[in-house]
Nanobody, 127 residues
Framework: QVQLVESGGGSVQSGGSLRLSCTASGLTGDVVMIGWFRQAPGKEREGVSCIVRGDGRAYYADSVKGRFTISRDNAKNAVYLQMNSLKPEDTATYYC????????????????????WGQGTQVTVSS
């Protein structure tokens, strides 16, 4: 079973930056993608970014393109999300999760293909 722990959340002002970390244990080669999702109160969980562990290909939601950067360190079983130019609408609990499925196009945003969710880390952006 894969266990994921998110960290790095916090409170920042609009325009600020945060770097989230996702550290995995029990990670096997069968997990091909690691995704970051977020969920704000009263809203559905939405995909933010995803990275393919093998070739490092990254995917982003349109709302974060150009502001967020995902990266991986397979030796440390870690995935990072650098978030710049944060906006109040980025406020949410951020989760990471692994997928055994190599998705293409916007299919990576489907939370149903992911398993073993972490507990999340809160990001609050004030205006």
């Amino acid at each position: 079973q894969v266990q994921l722990v998110e960290s790095g959340g916090g409170s920042v002002q609009s325009g600020g930056s945060l770097r989230l970390s996702c550290t995995a244990s029990g990670l096997t080669g069968d997990v091909v993608m690691i995704g970051w999702f977020r969920q704000a109160p009263g809203k559905e969980r939405e995909g933010v970014s995803c990275i393919v562990r093998g070739d490092g290909r990254a995917y982003y939601a349109d709302s974060v393109k150009g502001r967020f950067t995902i990266s991986r360190d397979n030796a440390k079983n870690a995935v990072y999300l650098q978030m710049n130019s944060l906006k109040p609408e980025d406020t949410a609990t951020y989760y990471c999760s692994g997928s055994f499925i190599r998705a293409y196009g916007y299919n990576w945003m489907n939370p149903q293909i992911y398993t073993d969710w972490g507990q999340g880390t809160q990001v609050t952006v004030s205006s």
